[in-house]
């Protein structure tokens, strides 16, 4: 596997600078900028959540996790200026320099959250995401998502170690899926293995979500 220098520049999708490379500044003007939510102890990634395939569907149906979605209302709503941001970044996924301006804005980083709203759109993003985890193997990467199409055909194995990508279930209260080996559920009760809601809304020291030896994390209801 390339590994991308981490001097002073940013990568090529072979992994190694290709011509002058993309800054930083370069990069989020093809990708958008990434997101820093109080709650994670690094950069994230946000597409819109009405964009979502499976979510478009399940925001619909009475106990589902997405009923009530946060990525619909609050901030992601009250400000259009966020909205259309995130229309940018999906936009972007068409931008054959897009793995390239990822890694240059993620390489950094310990650790990053895709998606903190919206989620994949289709195999071919999930390819992309995989590139871009090979080209930052220093980063731990999580993928929460609802999108079991995607990942029926894939072999676990075959993700790149560095990512984890946790397959929620869909509804409140219903127990993990058994076809993924990493998942993510939602209690209505007090079992939830989240801390967050009792370290005042933030992960602080736990990782969980970025564990490969938790198989489950269960989160409260919002």
């Known amino acids: 596997m390339n590994k991308c220098p981490k ?54 149906i009475p106990g589902s996790v997405c009923a009530g979605c946060y990525a619909l209302k609050g901030n992601y709503t009250r400000y259009p200026a966020i909205k259309a941001a995130q229309y940018v970044r999906l936009e972007a996924l068409k931008d054959q320099r897009w793995i390239a301006a990822m890694v240059a804005q993620i ?30 193997p220093e980063t731990k990467h999580w993928i929460p998502t609802r999108e079991a199409q995607f990942l029926k055909d894939i072999d676990p194995e075959t993700v790149p170690k560095n ?9 409140v209260d219903q127990g993990p899926v058994n076809f993924w080996p990493w998942t993510s559920t939602v209690t209505s009760g007090q079992d939830a293995s989240c801390p967050a809601p009792t370290q ?13 030896s938790v198989s489950n994390v269960c989160y409260g209801k919002h």
């Open 7 to 60: 001097q002073k520049q940013s990568c090529h999708p072979t992994g190694w600078p290709a011509g002058r490379p993309l800054t930083v500044k370069e990069a989020k003007q093809i990708t958008g900028s990434l997101t820093r939510t109080s709650k994670m102890p690094g950069l994230s990634y946000s597409l819109p959540a009405w964009e979502c395939k499976t979510g478009a569907k399940l925001r619909n």
């Open 107 to 136: 390489i950094r980083q310990k650790y990053f959250r895709w998606h903190d709203a919206g989620d994949i759109q289709d195999a071919v993003h999930l390819q992309k995401i995989f590139r871009v985890c090979e080209l930052t």
């Open 163 to 171: 990512l984890i990508i946790r397959m929620s279930s869909h509804m």
């Open 200 to 212: 005042g809304g933030q992960c602080k020291d736990c990782r969980a979500c970025w564990d490969r």
